[in-house]
């Protein structure tokens, strides 16, 4: 029997969420030279992590805990600039638990299980949390995990794996897990060859989407097991699951079931935008007229921190030397008195006279010269282009340049371009 929407909140209250927030994102290349994936701008005004808090704190699981490791200055600085909102006297906050050898001290956090095991005693200390719920902090989507906690509860089993379906052809990408007809999980395999299919789907698989859901006391002792284990990765979906389910102890929860704010008739809403590709689309895709993640949505609304800005000011009004945007997102504190199409632009980015912005992802503070053009291209935080500079129309001289996906996307950053500057480039002097 389905429970009612307080009876689900009780639930979330009894949780304790664990976000893994660690990872470098090696694949988004340059971008995480300075800051971890999960920290990563996405959208306009957000961080990728922004994404699985916001879920927990509109799911009513109020008690979290972001595990960090690589570089995670700008991570933690986001969280506390944004996340301190929470109220310890109604039992609710977010545990900041970068690496700290708190069991073994000549050990960091070795994986994403012992990320978890190093702050068991945390948890415990607490008292009150019977549900563990593990999440990945790099994810774009919306879900809603008190659903997740109700199926997990109503199956008997002690381990539940949030998964989605994706083209068995993808596959091999992901954790994946073979399911009998009740969504038993007979089997976890990380990145197969051969994907195993859905049962009556022979051309989908069950992909793993880092979503993790134990009875507390039944991690707590997998884990405890796994730390004593020296041949383990101490990784979850490396040996935590399929130790779960070698046991019989796990069941797959379909992310249809608690997706939140799809489009009618479409697909349930998740990305893994850990690729410049990925992460090129995912947010020019917000610039349509109604895109398949639904921003606006007032009844789910995704929390961040953005500082107190003016709004967004287009200037001029003549011939040739108008700002203008078309279907482009912009955020507080720009000023445009160039032309932006099918653009995303973060906080306080100026762009000057004359410049042409199409199809590109521009970071805050970014600065576009007189004159430049830009075509399928992330700018990175702080960049400024110089006047005159032309990226995304040379293949080649951008793959020399910048960084040059097999797409065309063009990843622009400050080091590229002093690289640039002290080499002489013959598209402008980079002085305004």
């Known amino acids: 029997?389905?429970?009612?929407?307080?009876?689900?909140?009780?639930?979330?209250?009894?949780?304790?969420?664990?976000?893994?927030?660690?990872?470098?994102?090696?694949?988004?290349?340059?971008?995480?030279?300075?800051?971890?994936?999960?920290?990563?701008?996405?959208?306009?005004?957000?961080?990728?992590?922004?994404?699985?808090?916001?879920?927990?704190?509109?799911?009513?699981?109020?008690?979290?805990?972001?595990?960090?490791?690589?570089?995670?200055?700008?991570?933690?600085?986001?969280?506390?600039?944004?996340?301190?909102?929470?109220?310890?006297?109604?039992?609710?906050?977010?545990?900041?638990?970068?690496?700290?050898?708190?069991?073994?001290?000549?050990?960091?956090?070795?994986?994403?299980?012992?990320?978890?095991?190093?702050?068991?005693?945390?948890?415990?200390?607490?008292?009150?949390?019977?549900?563990?719920?593990?999440?990945?902090?790099?994810?774009?989507?919306?879900?809603?995990?008190?659903?997740?906690?109700?199926?997990?509860?109503?199956?008997?089993?002690?381990?539940?794996?949030?998964?989605?379906?994706?083209?068995?052809?993808?596959?091999?990408?992901?954790?994946?897990?073979?399911?009998?007809?009740?969504?038993?999980?007979?089997?976890?395999?990380?990145?197969?060859?051969?994907?195993?299919?859905?049962?009556?789907?022979?051309?989908?698989?069950?992909?793993?989407?880092?979503?993790?859901?134990?009875?507390?006391?039944?991690?707590?002792?997998?884990?405890?097991?796994?730390?004593?284990?020296?041949?383990?990765a101490h990784d979850f979906g490396r040996n935590i699951v399929p130790t779960a389910v070698a046991r019989g102890d796990a069941i797959a929860h379909p992310f249809e079931l608690s997706s939140v704010g799809g489009m009618p008739g479409g697909e349930a809403y998740w990305r893994d935008v850990g690729t410049l590709d990925a992460y090129w689309e995912a947010n020019i895709d917000l610039t349509a007229t109604t895109p398949a993640l639904n921003l606006y949505d007032t009844d789910w609304p995704i929390w961040t921190h953005q500082e107190q800005l003016p709004p967004a000011k287009f200037v001029h009004n003549w011939q040739n030397r108008r700002g203008m945007a078309i279907e482009s997102l912009v955020s507080g504190g720009c000023i445009i008195s160039g032309q932006l199409h099918r653009s995303l632009l973060f906080s306080k980015c100026r762009v000057h006279s004359y410049t042409s912005v199409a199809d590109s992802v521009l970071l805050p503070e970014v600065e576009v010269g007189r004159g430049a053009r830009l075509n399928r291209c992330i700018v990175d935080h702080g960049c400024k282009i110089p006047e005159g500079m032309v990226i995304g129309e040379n293949h080649d001289l951008d793959a020399h340049r910048f960084s040059r996906t097999e797409r065309g996307i063009t990843l622009v950053t400050r080091q590229m371009l002093a690289r640039i500057d002290g080499q002489g480039d013959g598209q402008g002097s980079g002085q305004r």
């Open 1 to 232: 029997m389905r429970r009612s929407q307080t009876e689900r909140s009780q639930l979330s209250k009894r949780a304790y969420a664990f976000v893994l927030a660690g990872g470098r994102g090696s694949r988004l290349k340059q971008m995480t030279d300075v800051r971890c994936k999960p920290a990563v701008y996405f959208g306009g005004k957000f961080r990728i992590i922004d994404f699985a808090l916001s879920n927990c704190l509109n799911s009513d699981i109020r008690r979290m805990g972001v595990l960090t490791q690589y570089k995670s200055h700008s991570l933690l600085r986001h969280l506390q600039r944004g996340w301190t909102f929470l109220k310890p006297e109604f039992n609710e906050f977010m545990d900041l638990l970068p690496a700290q050898q708190r069991i073994d001290e000549n050990a960091w956090y070795r994986g994403t299980a012992d990320a978890v095991y190093q702050n068991i005693e945390i948890v415990r200390g607490y008292g009150g949390a019977d549900y563990i719920v593990v999440l990945a902090g790099d994810h774009v989507y919306k879900m809603d995990y008190r659903i997740a906690l109700e199926y997990h509860v109503a199956s008997g089993k002690p381990c539940t794996v949030g998964c989605i379906e994706v083209p068995r052809s993808e596959a091999t990408e992901f954790g994946v897990m073979a399911v009998d007809t009740r969504n038993h999980i007979t089997a976890f395999l990380e990145k197969p060859a051969e994907p195993p299919s859905m049962p009556g789907k022979p051309h989908s698989s069950l992909a793993s989407m880092g979503i993790y859901i134990f009875d507390a006391e039944y991690l707590y002792d997998i884990l405890t097991a796994d730390a004593r284990d020296e041949s383990s």
